[in-house]
């Protein structure tokens, strides 16, 4: 089944997650097989952090972890789409529900979803 | 606008395509700096293909175009989202919707989607 993905040169394939319930895209992140591998076996969203260059078990110091509900691969199989249960309701490290939450509009990025709970409340002060 | 951007090493965007009527994410791509300024400035998805190395107007030779109704960035700025209007309601080369037609089911990948035309019908048989 891993065989059947096209890594790309370091290794990994796109991961995007979109929310089941509300259709919203939540993130775009990255897997390596181990990642991938967990995550089918797991049932819950793991991804391989490309700044900390180690597997990356979405929510586990925040809570807000994203149950699988399905494992899609796209045509060329360089990209999984997760659909997947957000728990907590936040998915974007800046406390917002989607990391997607400025949209181009007249030139601008403008920000279009407000900070739900702040990075503090959700990893706390160390 | 497109400094906000994070261009990868090789001055690409991961680029996500989302049909707006109905949630479904249609396809991943990438974009340069040309192809992100196109896409804003015409309202229709503009790629940058890797394979040919050269700019890529999507349906410009199927007819499928996207027409985009916004564009999102992410929180670290590495990512797009276009809600788009699919035209022909064929997005992948393969003749269906969604690129995304292949779900992970008991250690296998299972196709969950028909070819909805041949890709001999959408590029001609040259």
């Not at 993905?5 to 979109?18: P, T, Y």
């Not at 309701?89 to 403008?110: K, M, Q």
Request: charged fraction near 25%; charge should be negative.
């Amino acid at each position: 089944m891993l065989d059947q993905v096209s890594w790309n040169e370091n290794g990994l394939v796109a991961a995007i997650a979109q929310e089941a319930s509300t259709g919203r895209v939540l993130m775009m992140a990255w897997m390596n097989s181990d990642a991938l591998a967990e995550s089918l076996e797991s049932g819950y969203a793991t991804y391989w952090s490309r700044s900390r260059a180690q597997i990356w078990r979405k929510g586990e110091s925040s809570g807000n972890r994203q149950k699988i509900q399905a494992v899609e691969l796209d045509c060329d199989g360089d990209t999984v789409l997760l659909k997947v249960e957000q728990q907590g309701g936040i998915a974007c490290h800046t406390g917002r529900n989607s990391c997607f939450y400025r949209r181009a509009e007249d030139g601008n990025w403008i920000e279009t979803e407000p900070v739900l709970k702040s990075p503090e409340e959700i990893y706390g002060n160390e």
